[in-house]
């Protein structure tokens, strides 16, 4: 099957700093790709969704400011959580489809802003 | 907008035993449905999709239903092996895009 990747699994980082995920399809161009934030014992929420070469659309209560997301290519989108606090820190999930329906989840990153 | 309710929330059960778990959603048009695994700290693995037009998908000791018309999907899963331990979400999408998530079942399968 399809596989998504995101570096790096991990990070931690000082409150105030900016932190970019990536999010890769290795072996299928996505034309379509979602960011979803998942807290402790919750499940997962959509942050935004983003085609390649336009802007992203962001779900109601996600700061787009913050969140910083961009497409620039088929095989890879990045999340660029800007000025990082404490209570960003979660498990952030891509996912990316291609022509079909189904998509492709990433393994996720976590995410520790101190 | 979609809302999805995962019952029970936790379900622990001796090896060998069949379960059922259930998913609730309140828009019924819905394009396709998913249940995905959660292991701790780790990504989703997908276990099986119904397309809006299908009634069931199985996969080895996995079935799924669907009935779009009351909002309900089960997720069977028969003789349930330690391995089976894990987070059990199910996911609806309304167009083939977006996803809404459920609150995810926690699996104990003990030996």
């Known amino acids: 099957g399809a596989v998504v990747s995101q570096h790096p699994s991990w990070v931690i980082c000082k409150s105030g700093t900016s932190v970019k995920i990536e999010c890769r399809s290795l072996?299928?161009?996505?034309?379509?790709m979602f960011w979803y934030r998942q807290f402790p014992k919750q499940s997962l929420m959509l942050m935004a969704t983003?085609?390649?070469?336009?802007?992203?659309?962001?779900e109601q209560g996600v700061e787009k400011d913050k969140f910083l997301i961009n497409h620039a290519s088929l095989t890879l989108s990045t999340l660029t959580v800007t000025s990082a606090h404490p209570e960003d820190s979660s498990f952030y999930i891509c996912s990316a489809q291609g022509g079909g329906a189904i998509q492709f989840f990433g393994p996720g990153t976590r995410l520790t802003v101190l | 907008k979609q809302e999805v309710t995962q019952i029970p929330a936790a379900l622990s059960v001796p090896e060998g035993e069949n379960l059922v778990l259930n998913c609730s959603f309140t828009d019924s048009a819905i394009y396709n449905l998913q249940w995905f695994r959660q292991d701790p700290g780790k990504g989703l693995t997908s276990l099986l999709l119904i397309q809006s037009s299908q009634r069931e998908q199985t996969s080895g000791r996995l079935n799924a239903s669907l009935d779009k018309s009351s909002g309900r999907s089960t997720l069977y899963i028969a003789a349930s092996q330690p391995g089976d331990s894990a987070t059990y979400l199910c996911?609806?999408?309304?167009?083939?895009?977006?996803?809404?998530f459920g609150t995810g079942t926690s699996l104990t399968v003990i030996p």
């Open positions: 072996d299928f161009q996505a034309t379509t």
């Open positions: 996911a609806v999408a309304l167009t083939g895009n977006q996803f809404y």
């Open positions: 983003s085609n390649e070469g336009s802007k992203a659309t962001y």
